[in-house]
């Protein structure tokens, strides 16, 4: 089995888990032991899962305004929660390649390895929610086939990424390409970057 495909299996796994109870408020439940790349893997799936749902409730028209913004605020922790993860991730590929020595013409990728599985994530959730689409005994024929293109299409762009993240570590391993990692600097969440929050500070 490749690494992307390992990686779906975890994914597909911890968005089955999370809609046994379809709850944003239900804990974690982490079948994989803590500190393994698993562990990590089924943590961001989750965290993507969660975020996916709270996207859903907070465009719900008749929504109390209190209640929007209490969800805006877990929805911009759980976007710091997922860059966290990110990084994480990386860390244990540069970890694992720490001992290969590029090739003088080595390249450098457009994008580290874990956000490139940031987006195969992100693929799972959207498979598994166009396959719902597709299933739904309440919607037209016309609404399921035009959600079964979309599949067919979201399918093929996960085979794609995949074969694109294990070539990828496969040049990483072999000194074909190297990592650099850039450190996410999202400056919102920060009191010192942010004016709106060093602004009021200063009040």
């Keep these: 089995m490749s690494f992307s495909e390992h990686c779906n299996k975890i994914f597909n796994q911890a968005i089955r888990d999370y809609h046994l109870t379809d709850n944003v408020d239900v804990p974690m439940n982490n079948p994989y032991e803590r500190g393994t790349i698993d562990y990590s893997l089924y943590m961001k799936c989750w965290i993507d899962t969660v975020q996916w749902h709270f996207e859903d409730i907070i465009r719900d028209p008749h929504i109390n305004p209190d209640e929007a913004l209490s969800l805006k605020r877990r929805i911009d922790r759980s976007n710091q929660d997922r860059t966290d993860l990110v990084e994480e991730i990386d860390s244990y590929f540069r970890q694992q390649y ?41 919607a037209t024929e ?6 079964k293109a979309k599949l ?37 969440n920060d009191p010192s970057t942010n ?3 060093y602004g009021n500070n200063n009040k």
């Design 98 to 138: 720490s001992e290969v020595t590029p090739h003088a013409d080595a390249r450098l990728n457009t994008e580290s390895p874990a956000w490139a599985i940031d987006r195969l994530s992100i693929l799972a959730l959207k498979i598994y929610h166009m396959a719902e689409q597709v299933e739904r005994n309440d």
């Design 142 to 147: 016309e609404h399921r086939n035009k959600c």
């Design 152 to 188: 067919n299409i979201l399918l093929e762009q996960q085979t794609d990424l995949g074969t694109a993240i294990d070539q990828l570590l496969e040049d990483i391993a072999e000194g074909r390409k190297y990592m650099k990692v850039y450190r996410q600097m999202k400056m919102y």
């Design 195 to 197: 004016p709106i929050l």
